[in-house]
């Protein structure tokens, strides 16, 4: 009888748990440089100031995963939060409306403007970084007519404030300050990797990112799935607008620009394939927070801003090659 070699199946490097493993890594051993490098770094004041500047870009992140997961971008994610807060802003001090009604309106607001770009890069077979850098310029000029460039204040709406930086956590631990902001991100990042792993949503958009044209023929209405994704994005740009208005207590119209990049870095630093077909919500924390631990740490050790900003673009070069390479070996 022949017996044949056992063989021991051994992880590749380019699998996404491994991927996911060098992510979390790499977020422990900045923390430990930082807490070497500074007492101050790893004081429970500044983890909590980590986390809070975690939660905007990383609710934006959490959405821009869904749409890189299908070979996609959508550069408008920073300004639609944007318009968002001041959609939000208008309805809740000058309509007048209860202030539930004004969430929700701002996050609608969010998911129509996702619609929009769905619309043109799936029907009009517009390339989504055109279609989306489009969306980008007419919401930044809609927010800027509709609030006549003046901030919105939500003085005479003191709750508003509290959706991100009152604490829910001390009125159960007393003394626990922590801001509801990074309860609503860790909760929208759980509701956000069901829909990814657990529900049809996930399984076409991974389907749309790793072959589209079988997928389609496959007999599933593509258009219509890109549709959906993009205007669930358009969802987490509205809840990031929410949450960014309560923390500023205002609707800032001049503000987003830029928020688009830190979301892509930190989806790209989690180890989401730009060319489509990978990805996890897991990973897209990850990235976020190592992206806020860096700035951070940095800032503590009195790193000049503008070298800051240099080695954060390293940071994001270097997660880009380590994709091309992981493509290679696939």
Known sequence: MTTWPVTKKIMPIHSGATQKLLAFASLIMLVAIFSLGSSNFFQFDNIVAIMLSTAVIGVLALGSTFVIITSGIDLAVGTVMTFSSVMAGVMITTWHLPMPFGIIGGIATGAICGCMSGLLVAKMKIPPFIATLAMMMVTKGLSLVISG?????????????QISMGSVMSSII???????????FFGVAIIASILLSKTIIGRYNFALGSNEESTRLSGVNVDYWKIVIYSLTGVFSGIAGIMMA???????????????????????IGGTSLSGGKGSILGTVIGALIMSVLTNGLRILSVKQEWQTVIVGLVVVLAVYADMLRRRKN
């Not at 300050?177 to 309860?183: K, R, S, V």
């Not at 500023?248 to 930190?266: D, F, H, K, R, V």
């Open 174 to 184: 007393p003394g626990l300050e922590i801001p509801n902001a990074i309860l609503i």
């Open 246 to 268: 309560s923390r500023l207590n205002s609707a800032q119209p001049a503000l987003g620009s830029g928020y688009e990049l830190e979301a892509i870095a930190a989806v790209v």
């Open 149 to 161: 460039t003046k901030p919105i204040y939500f003085n005479d709406t003191p709750a508003f404030s």
